[in-house]
Structure formats: structure tokens, C-alpha cells
């Protein structure tokens, strides 16, 4: 099945990751409870190159982030520090190894980067959000 946008292919891609625990995935949005993830788009110019035929290089910026157990307990908050370690090394390896989100007719995916390290966004006493940045570069052909 083809993808329709950029946001499903990085979507469908994020969920065949083993890291992921039982939980619920969204877009956008992120419910107050533990363990729930989101892809979450921001503010960014897509256009990186602009070739005189109409094609482009282009990027896609966003956060992955979640919604984890967080309490003063430092075991638990390193291990989901660790838990955005291990993501953070799943998705360069994939990078590298060439396996990288499915995009619609006319774009190809290039390289999935990490941007920031996992860190914690918000946090009350009894669950956190934590995010990490990452950008997809990826060509689009021209419009025909």
C-alpha cells in the first residue's frame, strides 16, 4: 500500500520500531498517560535545493516524543533516557543501512537524521514527556 504524505511514511515507519512498548501512537497529539508516542510536525522550511528542472531536495523536521512513567526515582528516569539512546542509535543504524520511511509516487527518502539528543520536555511527579528532533531529507521530482 502506497503512502499518501511524508507524516504517514515517517509514522508507519516509527511503528515497526522493536524499541516501541505496548502503547498507544498518535499524530500530533499526546494523551496524559504513560507509556503513549507522537509524531509531531513544527515549523521548518521543506525546500533545501531547488533544481532548474523543478526538483528539490527537501527536509522534514519532527519530534518523536513520549509520554513515560517519571517519578524521583533514577532508575526508572534513565531508563527512559536510555530508551531515547537506543532510538536515537536504531534510527541511525537504519539511516545507514538504507531502510527508511516509504514517501508517496514522485519523492525518495535520502537520510533520516537525528537533531537532538532525547531529553525531558515536561514532567510532573507521577509521568514526563520526552522528545527528541529529527529530520528526514528526502528529493522530490518535478511536477509533471
Known amino acids: 500500500m502506497a ?8 509514522t508507519e515507519y516509527f511503528l515497526r520500531c522493536p524499541l516501541l512498548k505496548d502503547g498507544v501512537f498518535r499524530v500530533d497529539a499526546l494523551g496524559p ?9 513544527g515549523i521548518f522550511d521543506p525546500v533545501i535545493q531547488r533544481y532548474v528542472d523543478g526538483s528539490s531536495e527537501r527536509q522534514y523536521q519532527f ?3 513520549s509520554r513515560e512513567f517519571y517519578s524521583m526515582d533514577r532508575v ?17 543504524m537504519k539511516s545507514n543501512e ?3 520511511p516509504e514517501l508517496p509516487k514522485g519523492m525518495h527518502a535520502e537520510e533520516l537524521e537525528v537533531l537532538s539528543p532525547g531529553y525531558i ?11 527528541i528532533s529529527l529530520r528526514l531529507v528526502y528529493f522530490k521530482e518535478a511536477y509533471k
Not at 33 to 41: A, K, L, S
Not at 121 to 131: E, V, W
Open 63 to 65: 519530534q518523536f516524543g
Open 121 to 131: 520536555f515536561d514532567g510532573a511527579m507521577k509521568n514526563a514527556r520526552y522528545q
Open 98 to 100: 538504507g531502510e527508511l
Open 33 to 41: 498517560d504513560p507509556v503513549e508516542y507522537t509524531i509531531e510536525t
Open 3 to 10: 503512502v499518501k504524505s511524508v507524516l504517514e511514511g515517517v
Open 76 to 92: 526508572q528516569n534513565i531508563e527512559n533516557s536510555t530508551f531515547y539512546e537506543e532510538l536515537a542509535d536504531w534510527v541511525e
